[in-house]
């Protein structure tokens, strides 16, 4: 195969979703969350304001069925994380809204 294609990853299927999990009492202590606009899609930004964690931020992409808007604040009782995966590939984490989750 001599086309531009040769040396790159294939992808094949969808991803699934695989499990949703809360965010426990641990990781939600001084945690402040934030809808922003990230690199490549809408992410919600995980800020630590206190504790160990204090002045680390995580990113992850909001769920396709988010309902969350960009400059929101949002509780992490609130949220959950979406799980997908794809034989072959790892995981892809997603934020999404508990009551939409369904937990």
């Known amino acids: 195969m001599s086309s531009i294609f040769a040396n790159l990853k294939a992808y094949k299927g969808k991803f699934t979703l695989k499990n949703t999990v809360v965010l426990d009492e641990e990781d939600k202590k001084g945690l402040t969350c934030e ?28 769920d396709t069925r988010s309902e969350l808007q960009v400059g929101e604040q949002v509780s992490p009782n609130d949220i959950a994380v979406a799980i997908y995966g794809r034989n072959g590939d790892d995981d892809v984490k997603k934020v999404i809204e508990r009551k939409i989750a369904g937990i």
């Open 35 to 62: 809808v922003v606009v990230g690199d490549y899609a809408t992410s919600m930004k995980f800020s630590y304001t206190e504790g160990p964690n204090e002045g680390i931020s995580y990113y992850l992409e909001l």
